[in-house]
Structures are given as structure tokens and as C-alpha cells.
């Protein structure tokens, strides 16, 4: 074997011939050992005896400078020391915290879909508000309407009242299940019988046809009554309004009294009459909507009724026979004229009247019969000297003279009976 190595003149070439292809007969010799390993094959004999002592020449070396390079940069592997065992408590620290963060996962999805509900919602909410704040200026007009109506009423703009509570009906009608446009139909509806009532108190008052028949109108537009209601209403304002007039006079002067009733029935039966023929006239079609059953005839009677009762009870208060007379003709002319609408009561006037007469001249006489009694009963007897009166005297002052005559002077209580007798007549 040593010769062998000692003709490794001869040997050496050969084995140096192909060194990629003794590299390859190197199992152990890695990619990255490869140029060593080719190096290694191109020393010679004693050059390859001396490469592990230069090796470990080299190792040593190389750990002398490792060595230096640590204790130069000791604080670095002390820092990096505390650094690894910092993460390594770091690393534990987060793992914990991940497993706390998986455990809260599910409460963060769910806190999440609750903030995302949230969210819509108030997405929602801002969505009607920008929509009420675009039509602020349209509601805040609708709010107002109950104020405005009410303005317009007492202002006695009763036409655009009715309009703004035709247009609040509409509204109720198009949406019944809001609650706000509900609210403002109740407060339109209140102030819808403020109103009616001042409608009808205005019927109470003294007004013309041409204001009635306005009045009548707004009432079939605010559609409260029906028709025959209205017209009932009608009457019965109007006959509130003749009442009113009738106890403004004093009922403790009968012939006062009597005068007012007779001239407000004069005129303004009259006129209501004529007023309600005017707004609610018949309708020749015989719908029963428009038929008052004969309505009108039976409130006039009432009054007439009335009027005869009152007369009846007043007249026997009238102590002057010209006061009767007075009453009596207003009495004649104010059934004339109401005979014009078919109201002629003169027929049942005298009845009336006759009695008034006949109780007022028995009250009368009775009294001249009591005032004769006293005289009677007070005058002392005593012969007065006989006045002579010639016959032509007498018969001349019977035909020029009405006055009782001269001679009854001769009993003076007799002659105070006569002259209460004409006194009587004229009463």
C-alpha cells in the first residue's frame, strides 16, 4: 500500500484525471461541499496529510475570533436574550388574548347585527326627518289650519272657513289612520260648531233675506242638518229672535205692550214668512227630502195662536176705552197685511174685543153706580129754590144741547150719576 502511495507520481494523475467525476463518487460531499471536495482532489499526498492539521489551524482561529466577536458584543446576546424570552411571554400574552378574542367573537357578530339594525333605523329616521324638514313649510301650513279657520270665523270669512273644512274632511278621508291628520280633524270639528253656532245665532239677530239666504247656504254646506232639520231650525231661530223683541217690552203696561207685539208681528211675521217661501222653496219633483210636511203652516198658526192668547190675557188690562180702540185697529191693519201670506186672523179679532169692550164698560159702570151709592149716601137732603126754565128754552136746549140738562141740578146726586154716564160711553 505504501509503495503504492510512493508512486503516487503515477497514481495521482490518474486519480486527478476527471474530478467532476470522482466529486460524484463522494456521497457525502453536498452541493454546497462540491469546491471543496474538488480542491481536495487536486492536493497532493503530503499536502492533503497536512490539511487536517491546517483545519484545525483554521477552526481554532475561526473560534478565537468567535470568541472575540462575543465578548465584544456581549450587551447584543444579552439583549437578544431578553428579547427571545420577552416574545416567548409576548407570544403567550397574544395566544391568550386570541382565545379571549375567539370566545367574543360571537358577542362582536351579534353586537354588530344589533348595530347594523340600530344603524338602519336611524338611517330611517334621519330619512323622515330630511323628508319633514323638505315639506316643513307644507305641514306647518296644515297645523295652522285649525288656527286659520278659527281666525276666519270669528272674521266672519265663513267662505273660506267651509273651504279649509272641505279640504281637513279630504285629508281624513285619504288617510284615516294617521294619527296627526285625525287630531286636526277633531280641532277643525270644534271649531266647525263655533260655527254653526254663530250661523244660527245670527238667524236669532234681525237680518234680511239676502243675509238668510247666505246663512242657509253655509248650513247645507257645513251638512249638519237635513233638510227638514233646516228648516225647522230656521223657524225656531227666528222665532227665538221675535221672543227676544217680544221681552224687551214691559208686560206691566198692557197697552205698550200690545202696541210692540202687534207691530213686530206686523212686520217681521211678515218678513220670515216671506223669507222662508224665498230660501226654501217647494220642489215640484215630490221628493220627500224637500217636503216639510207642512211645516211652515203649522208655525204660523203657533204664532197666530199666540198673538190671540196674548190679546186675550192683555185687553182686559186696558182701563181707557180709546186705548182699546188704538189696539183694536193695529190689531184689523196687522192681520191685513199678514192676509197677504195667508195669515188673515180679523175674523177672530171681534170675539176678542167684544169681551175686552163689554168687560171694560161694566167696569166702568159698575164704578159710576159705586160713586153714585157714596154720593147718595153723603148728600144731605135740602130743598133748593125751583129755577124757572121756559119750555122754548128747554126744547131749544134739547135739540142744540147734549148736555144733561139744568134741572137736574135740583138733585145733585143724580146729576153726578148722568155725567159719569157719557164719561162711561167714552171709556
Given at each position: 500500500m505504501v509503495m503504492e502511495l510512493e508512486n503516487g507520481d503515477d497514481v495521482l494523475p490518474t486519480l486527478a484525471s476527471p474530478t467532476s467525476a470522482m466529486a460524484g463518487l463522494l456521497p457525502l460531499a453536498s452541493v454546497?461541499?462540491?469546491?471543496?471536495?474538488?480542491?481536495?482532489?487536486s492536493f497532493t499526498l503530503d499536502r492533503l496529510h497536512k490539511e487536517p492539521e491546517l483545519l484545525r489551524v483554521d477552526a481554532?482561529?475561526?473560534?478565537?475570533?468567535?470568541?472575540?466577536?462575543?465578548?465584544?458584543?456581549?450587551?447584543?446576546?444579552?439583549?437578544?436574550?431578553?428579547?427571545?424570552v420577552a416574545i416567548k411571554e409576548e407570544v403567550t400574552s397574544i395566544d391568550k388574548h386570541l382565545e379571549s378574542l375567539i370566545t367574543e367573537i360571537p358577542n362582536l357578530t351579534s353586537g354588530c347585527a344589533e348595530f347594523i339594525e340600530s344603524a338602519e333605523q336611524i338611517l330611517e329616521k334621519r330619512k323622515m326627518n330630511l323628508?319633514?324638514?323638505?315639506?316643513?313649510?307644507?305641514?306647518?301650513?296644515?297645523?295652522e289650519i285649525p288656527q286659520l279657520m278659527d281666525t276666519c270665523v270669528r272674521n266672519g270669512n265663513y267662505d273660506e272657513a267651509l273651504d279649509l273644512e272641505a279640504f281637513v274632511c279630504k285629508l281624513s278621508t285619504m288617510h284615516p289612520k294617521l294619527p296627526v291628520i285625525q287630531a286636526l280633524a277633531a280641532e277643525v270639528r270644534q271649531t266647525t260648531q263655533s260655527l254653526l253656532s254663530q250661523l244660527l245665532q245670527k238667524l236669532r239677530s234681525n237680518i234680511q233675506l239676502p243675509e238668510c239666504l247666505?246663512?242657509?247656504?253655509?248650513?247645507?254646506?257645513?251638512?249638519?242638518?237635513?233638510?227638514?232639520?233646516?228648516?225647522?231650525?230656521?223657524?225656531?231661530?227666528?222665532?227665538?229672535?221675535?221672543?227676544?223683541?217680544?221681552?224687551?217690552?214691559?208686560?206691566?203696561?198692557?197697552?205698550?205692550?200690545?202696541?210692540?207685539?202687534?207691530?213686530?208681528?206686523?212686520?217681521?211675521?211678515f218678513d220670515v214668512v216671506n223669507q222662508y217661501r224665498a230660501i226654501f222653496a217647494d220642489d215640484t219633483s215630490g221628493s220627500e227630502q224637500n217636503y216639510d210636511g207642512g211645516l211652515l203652516f203649522s208655525w204660523a198658526m203657533h204664532q197666530i195662536t199666540s198673538h190671540l192668547k196674548t190679546l186675550?190675557?192683555?185687553?182686559?188690562?186696558?182701563?181707557?176705552?180709546?186705548s182699546l180702540s188704538n189696539i183694536l185697529d193695529q190689531s184689523m191693519y196687522c192681520a191685513m197685511g199678514l192676509g197677504w201670506v195667508g195669515l188673515d186672523f180679523r175674523g177672530l179679532l171681534p170675539s176678542l174685543f167684544e169681551e175686552a169692550v163689554l168687560n171694560l164698560f161694566s167696569k166702568n159702570m159698575n164704578t159710576a153706580v159705586e160713586n153714585?151709592?157714596?154720593?147718595?149716601?153723603?148728600?144731605?137732603?135740602?130743598?133748593?129754590?125751583?129755577?124757572?126754565?121756559?119750555?122754548?128754552?128747554?126744547?131749544e136746549e134739547s135739540q142744540e144741547d147734549v148736555t144733561p140738562p139744568s134741572y137736574l141740578m135740583e138733585h145733585p146726586p143724580l146729576a153726578v150719576f148722568i155725567n159719569e154716564y157719557?164719561?162711561?160711553e167714552c171709556k
Open positions: 454546497s461541499q462540491q469546491p471543496y471536495v474538488s480542491e481536495l482532489l481554532e482561529r475561526i473560534q478565537r475570533q468567535m470568541q472575540e466577536v462575543a465578548v465584544g458584543n456581549y450587551r447584543a446576546f444579552i439583549a437578544a436574550s431578553d428579547a427571545l323628508t319633514l324638514l323638505a315639506n316643513h313649510s307644507t305641514l306647518l301650513d296644515l297645523l247666505r246663512i242657509i247656504g253655509y248650513l247645507r254646506r257645513i251638512g249638519v242638518f237635513s233638510e227638514y232639520e233646516m228648516r225647522l231650525q230656521f223657524l225656531r231661530c227666528r222665532e227665538s229672535w221675535l221672543t227676544g223683541i217680544l221681552e224687551d217690552w214691559d208686560q206691566r203696561n198692557a197697552y205698550e205692550y200690545l202696541k210692540g207685539m202687534i207691530s213686530c208681528h206686523r212686520m217681521h211675521l186675550k190675557v192683555m185687553l182686559p188690562k186696558i182701563t181707557e176705552g180709546g153714585f151709592q157714596l154720593v147718595l149716601d153723603s148728600h144731605r137732603w135740602v130743598p133748593l129754590p125751583a129755577v124757572g126754565f121756559s119750555a122754548t128754552s128747554i126744547g157719557p164719561h162711561v
